[in-house]
């Protein structure tokens, strides 16, 4: 299993941080993928792209299941005011940075921390299943 965390390098969206984990099997075992102590989260980066408004305020939180048919995409970049925490359950996605795309398929996860990104599904398409953080914008945003 990969957890991949994005963020912005040099004004571009990228990854920042990936964990490729392969837990014991014989015994149970936890690995932390985010962890907040402030109350709301801290907000996003700056961003260059549309905005998406997901409709969720500082500090509220949504738990969805999402699906992409067969090759279907997002194809236009946005950014959200949100912390979006994605497993993959089924199938394969391109998660399309500034940096490139990054192929997630199922028993990945990533972390999109606000940033600008669009996502195009595999050929046998994708189900995810997403837990959103609302951030505050950022100042001046």
């Not at 999402?66 to 996605?93: K, L, Q, R």
């Amino acid at each position: 299993m990969r957890r991949l965390v994005t963020g912005v390098e040099d004004g571009r969206s990228c990854v920042i941080e990936v964990i490729d984990w392969r837990p014991d099997e014989s015994q149970p075992a936890l690995q932390d993928f985010i962890r907040f102590s402030a109350h709301p989260p801290p907000a996003r980066p700056p961003a260059s792209s549309a905005f998406l408004d997901l409709a969720l305020a500082p500090g509220e939180i949504r738990w969805v299941t999402s699906h992409f048919p067969p090759n279907s995409d997002w194809p236009e970049m946005h950014y959200t005011d949100t912390i979006d925490c994605h497993t993959i359950v089924a199938g394969s996605i391109d998660l399309i940075l500034d940096d490139g795309p990054h192929r997630l398929v199922a028993g990945d996860c990533v972390i999109v921390m606000g940033v600008d990104h669009a996502w195009k599904a595999g050929p046998e398409g994708c189900t995810s299943s997403v837990l959103l953080i609302g951030t505050p914008p950022p100042e001046g945003a």
